[in-house]
């Protein structure tokens, strides 16, 4: 199973049942019922990133969502090094299934490698 997929519709049956975060960058109308969500600004796309970090890190969460993730990381100046930490990471037995959500990412695909 792949570990980073893109997705903009149905991820509700991804999640359910799982311990899910939800890391929010823009005004999405997904609701996911009893997901830990956290709310940033595209312009805060780093520190949305450091928590992504911190909540791989401690294999706390089966599922991360990264909802209107797309256009924030087209537009970021971090763009290169998140995708350098993620196709460094996405290998390790504990990355969780991380989908990523909005419109922006078409080339994002090609630019993190399919470890699995």
Excluded at 27 to 48: C, M, Q, R
């Amino acid at each position: 199973m792949k570990k980073i997929i893109f997705k903009n519709d149905d991820i509700k049956s991804l999640v359910e049942g799982k311990k899910c975060a939800r890391l929010s960058f823009g005004l999405s109308d997904i609701v996911l019922e009893g997901v830990l969500t956290k709310h940033f600004s595209p312009a805060d796309t780093k520190k949305g990133f450091e928590m992504l970090k911190r909540y791989i890190s401690s294999s706390s969460f089966e599922v991360i969502v990264l909802d209107d993730f797309g256009h924030s990381l087209a537009s970021s100046s971090y763009k290169d090094d998140i995708i350098i930490w993620l196709n460094d990471h996405q290998c390790n037995d504990d990355f969780p299934l991380l989908i990523i959500t909005g419109g922006g990412q078409e080339e994002l695909p090609n630019l993190i490698a399919d470890y699995t």
